[in-house]
């Protein structure tokens, strides 16, 4: 069968526009099978149902109008009735669409600018769609593009089937590029937005520095070496920590490379940003100390409950540790993800001291002795009169010059001394009007009854209603957009987020609020409480 010059030209058109644009050509020819149907419209009426089908293969455009087949016909244009119906096709049955041929029609000058936009409109819809699902599987990878042009300070940069931008903030500080220029980011995000996909890179992202490392090193690529975490202070100093699979390859020498091309490479993209390779650990004290390199530690003391640790370094390393401006020791904690105390040994020193003497106060005040007695206690380590009460007997009458006479005289007076704390407590608890069932719930205490009841919380039913900030406190912004720390009903008596909402929890159980977590028998894991369920 011939075809047509005006047909062929069809085609021909959406191919070429399929072609430049990147997309289907099946989405093309739609889009004209809907300018066409607008068109139609135009002509037979905008109430008509109109379709238009062209054959892929020749180009040939076929108008037809779709009648549904109903009982009581509400509409001429739109709907048909069974008996007509049947009279066109003898199969028809009600709610079927009859289509009935249209004559083909030569497009006016409004009806083609119309035909035209919806085109356009479908194209770059196509276009978008294209490009959000190309890049959105591309985030977290290193890509490649020329610089087209700066503005006011944001680098727009031309992928080649897209555009992405590069923020002020994204770049490393004294970056420079013009238009024209090879650029390599880390694509970070892509987002769908009303003028089109919105595609963002960063050059100062910290797996930009990951994903640069993996290029340049065969063994982070195949897996051999992990790229456990990276900080950076972008174009000045870096730390990243680095782990190997193979005993026999290592990982920090891999990474620096044959007389330091791998890193040097990877320095050079990044205007010489100086990079520390540390050899990352499972055990925090240790990775924290190599991570402080090049400055040398003496002791670590860890607090894994708050995430904190103190480092002990020589008094002549204190300004290594810390670094220009604390930098090391602010990579160091963005590298672990601890929050880093820096000490001298002079200072520890000094505030061992202080707390020793602290202690010793406490013995001598709590238990009525005398400092020589007060100072024997702080010395074998003992930090508290509850420790002394409940501690084994033995354990005191072994400390050299006390006897097992001796050590029952203090353990009973620091066991009256426990009682008369509690009883005042306890009175200070029914004048606050705080209830006796709020003892029952566990993991509460007398000073905390006096606390909560200094609050409002007096009964079960009030402590079952808080929120674990309500009970530890928060931190946030003021309108001055200074970090401040809200207090929270039982600050000061070492109460972690953990332990409130354990006892929050419990609160709601006696309460009634909520069931108690049924005990996993042994060997099996326990039951988890509903998360749903929470302060």
């Known amino acids: 069968m011939a075809i047509s010059a005006n047909r062929l030209e069809l085609l021909q058109i959406a191919d070429a526009v399929a072609r430049e644009k990147s997309i289907d050509r099946q989405i093309v020819l739609q889009s004209m099978e809907e300018a066409m149907q607008?068109?139609?419209?135009?002509?037979?009426?905008?109430?008509?149902e109109v379709r238009a089908d062209i054959n892929p293969?020749?180009?040939e455009v076929r108008y037809s109008r779709l009648m549904l087949v109903v009982e009581q016909i509400e509409s001429d244009a739109t709907q048909i009735t069974l008996d007509q119906a049947r009279k066109k096709n003898p199969a028809a049955q009600m709610g079927d669409w009859i289509a009935e041929?249209?004559?083909?029609?030569?497009?006016?000058?409004?009806?083609?600018?119309?035909?035209?936009?919806?085109?356009?409109?479908?194209?770059?819809?196509?276009?978008?769609d294209r490009q959000y699902d190309e890049y959105k599987d591309r985030i977290g990878e290193i890509v490649n593009g020329s610089v087209k042009r700066v503005e006011y300070g944001n680098v727009i940069v031309d992928l080649g089937r897209g555009e992405a931008i590069i923020r002020r903030d994204e770049l490393v500080p004294r970056e420079m590029f013009r238009p024209g220029d090879r650029v390599r980011a880390y694509l970070y995000d892509v987002r769908r937005e009303q003028r089109g996909p919105q595609i963002f890179m960063s050059r100062t992202h910290p797996q930009f520095m990951a994903k640069l490392f993996a290029q340049e090193v065969p063994e982070i690529y195949?897996?051999?070496?992990?790229?456990?975490?990276?900080?950076?202070?972008?174009?000045?100093?870096?730390?990243?920590?680095?782990?190997?699979?193979?005993?026999?390859?290592?990982?920090?020498?891999?990474c620096v490379g044959m007389r330091g091309s791998r890193v040097q490479a990877v320095v050079n993209e990044l205007q010489g940003e100086k990079?520390?390779?540390?050899?990352?650990s499972a055990d925090a004290a240790t990775f924290i100390v190599n991570a402080l390199?090049?400055?040398?530690?003496?002791?670590?003391?860890?607090?894994?409950?708050?995430?904190?640790?103190?480092?002990?370094?020589?008094?002549?390393?204190?300004?290594?540790?810390?670094?220009?401006r604390g930098q090391n020791v602010r990579l160091a904690s963005q590298l672990t993800g601890w929050d880093i105390d820096i000490l001298t040994e002079a200072e520890e020193s000094e505030r061992r001291q202080k707390e020793f003497q602290a202690r010793t106060q406490i013995f001598m005040q709590s238990l009525d002795v005398d400092e020589v007695v007060g100072q024997l206690l702080a010395s074998e380590g003992?930090?508290?009169?509850?420790?002394?009460?409940?501690?084994?007997?033995?354990?005191?009458?072994?400390?050299e010059?006390?006897?097992?006479?001796?050590?029952?005289?203090?353990?009973?007076?620091?066991?009256?001394?426990?009682?008369r704390i509690e009883t005042e407590f306890d009175e200070k608890r029914r004048a606050l009007g705080v209830a006796d069932e709020l003892r029952e719930v566990a993991g509460v205490t007398s000073p905390m009854l006096v606390k909560l009841g200094e609050n409002g919380v007096k009964t079960v039913e009030d402590l079952a209603g808080c929120a674990t900030d309500d009970l530890c406190g928060w931190t946030g912004k003021n309108k001055a957009g200074e970090t401040v720390k809200e207090a929270g009903y039982l600050d000061g008596l070492d109460v972690s987020r953990v332990d409130a909402e354990a006892i929050i929890m419990a609160a709601r159980v006696l309460a009634g609020w909520v069931e108690a977590a049924p005990v996993a028998p042994e060997g099996e894991e326990a039951a988890v409480a509903d998360p749903a369920v929470g302060g």
Not at 234 to 244: M, Q, T, W, Y
Not at 295 to 324: F, H, N, T, W, Y
Not at 390 to 396: A, F, N, P, R, S
């Open 38 to 48: 607008k068109a139609a419209r135009s002509r037979y009426g905008q109430e008509t």
């Open 57 to 59: 293969k020749t180009g």
């Open 101 to 128: 041929t249209l004559p083909p029609f030569d497009f006016g000058r409004i009806s083609a600018q119309s035909a035209k936009q919806v085109i356009v409109q479908r194209v770059r819809e196509a276009e978008r």
């Open 222 to 254: 195949d897996g051999i070496i992990e790229v456990k975490s990276v900080a950076r202070d972008p174009g000045s100093r870096a730390k990243i920590g680095v782990i190997s699979r193979d005993s026999s390859i290592d990982p920090v020498g891999a």
């Open 275 to 280: 990079i520390d390779i540390i050899p990352w």
């Open 293 to 324: 390199q090049p400055a040398e530690v003496v002791k670590v003391v860890l607090d894994e409950e708050s995430a904190r640790i103190e480092v002990v370094v020589p008094d002549d390393q204190l300004s290594l540790a810390i670094g220009r």
């Open 382 to 399: 003992f930090r508290t009169v509850e420790e002394l009460a409940y501690v084994d007997i033995g354990e005191l009458a072994s400390i």
């Open 401 to 419: 010059g006390f006897d097992e006479e001796t050590a029952t005289e203090i353990q009973n007076r620091a066991r009256d001394h426990l009682n």
